[in-house]
């Protein structure tokens, strides 16, 4: 089922140097002039886009031992602020169903009250274990309705809270580290039922009134395996579902990776591939990181290049980035983790402020 206009009443307000634009299931009205606009029917909350080369200043901010990517707190996410110099305009973190299939209000009426968007990433799996199928939450159970009764009531938690949230299910699709990439559903035909689960989850939130949720599609800046299989259109739910194409580009995982691509050779591929999929869309930078720690690919110069790169509004219809402040063990060995947390290092705070100064960058949703 195809959601019409009068079940949604989405709205995007996005703002430019050249026009603002009304979305409403795919149609798209150009206005010269900044509309301010207002719906009468149901609790939707309008969502307004940066424009004019503004970014959101986003992150996930775990606690800094955290055991799952919900666990956020007051004091996370104030570390961050502080370390950074600059509020946050969205806030991301996991919601993972082997915890609870609630709508997670406490992580996000915390979010909000820093005046933040939370940021929801829709983990429908058993466990957090990568490279594997998934045995219970399956593309096909998903698309079949066995999950409606806990989609329904999520929905209407989320439709109860008075401010718009960014979600999406099926975080990086086209990688296979996850279960819902068609590596481990039947290829092709796993695709499709991708495609399938994600527009029904979208279509049961929608009939529970929930249009305060704007959904993001969020592939990897690169498929993984390369096959023609796995690219992510093949994925995508259509244009009349998603409101935002997130890509994710990452620098060193490991404090031992080696041949790291700069972030812009990496985004040019992501953001082409982002506006393949739908040229009308916006895009945001749903993950972002590099290991601070790195021996071969130092972390100064690769988040400089980052930051520069954003700087010359090099992707138009970028809209904002998540920086993903967390760290992880690799082995046995402590000194081998992972890390991404500015607060383990002076010198990339330093840069973090510099940048964030800029009035390009937006403490707040709408700047």
């Avoid at 009250?113 to 096909?140: C, H, V």
């Avoid at 809270?161 to 999406?168: A, C, W």
Wanted: charged share 20%.
């Amino acid at each position: 089922m195809v959601p019409s206009c009068s079940m949604k009443k989405k709205l995007i307000v996005h703002v430019n140097s050249k026009s603002s634009f009304f979305h409403c299931s795919g149609l798209v009205i150009f206005s010269m002039f900044l509309i301010f606009c207002s719906i009468t029917e149901g609790s939707m909350q309008e969502l307004c886009i940066p424009g004019n080369g503004t970014l959101w200043n986003g992150a996930f901010t775990p606690v800094e031992y955290h055991m799952n990517e919900m666990d956020i707190s007051d004091e996370s996410i104030s570390s961050y602020i502080h370390h950074t110099g600059k509020p946050l305009a969205i806030i991301c973190f996991s919601h993972e169903w082997s915890l609870n299939r609630r709508f997670p209000a406490d992580q996000a009426s915390t979010i909000h009250s820093f005046g933040a968007i939370p940021y929801i990433r829709l983990m429908l799996r058993t466990d957090n274990k990568q490279y594997q199928p998934e045995p219970f939450y399956t593309l096909k159970r998903i698309r079949d309705g066995y999950y409606d009764s806990d989609l329904r009531a999520f929905a209407r938690d989320a439709r109860d809270v008075s401010y718009p949230i960014l979600i999406e299910y099926g975080t990086e699709m086209n990688g296979w580290w996850f279960s819902w990439n068609g590596y481990w559903t039947g290829k092709a035909e796993g695709t499709e039922l991708f495609k399938s689960a994600y527009r029904h989850i979208i279509d049961v939130m929608d009939e529970e009134g929930a249009n305060n949720l704007y959904w993001v599609f969020h592939m990897n800046w690169h498929s993984n395996p390369e096959e023609s299989w796995n690219a992510p259109d093949n994925y995508y739910p259509g244009d009349e579902y998603i409101d935002i194409v997130g890509v994710s580009v990452y620098g060193a995982l490991t404090r031992f990776e080696n041949g790291t691509l700069s972030f812009s050779e990496m985004m040019n591929i992501g953001y082409k591939e982002a506006k393949n999929i739908s040229p009308a869309k916006p895009v945001i930078l749903s993950e972002i990181g590099t290991d601070l720690h790195n021996c071969n690919t130092p972390a100064y110069p690769w988040i400089e290049e980052v930051f520069l790169s954003l700087a010359k509004n090099s992707w138009p219809d970028l809209i904002g980035y998540v920086w993903w402040n967390a760290g992880w063990p690799i082995d046995s060995n402590y000194r081998n983790n992972t890390t991404m947390r500015i607060e383990e290092d002076p010198d990339i705070q330093v840069l973090f402020r510099k940048y964030l100064a800029r009035d390009t960058v937006l403490g707040k949703v709408c700047g």
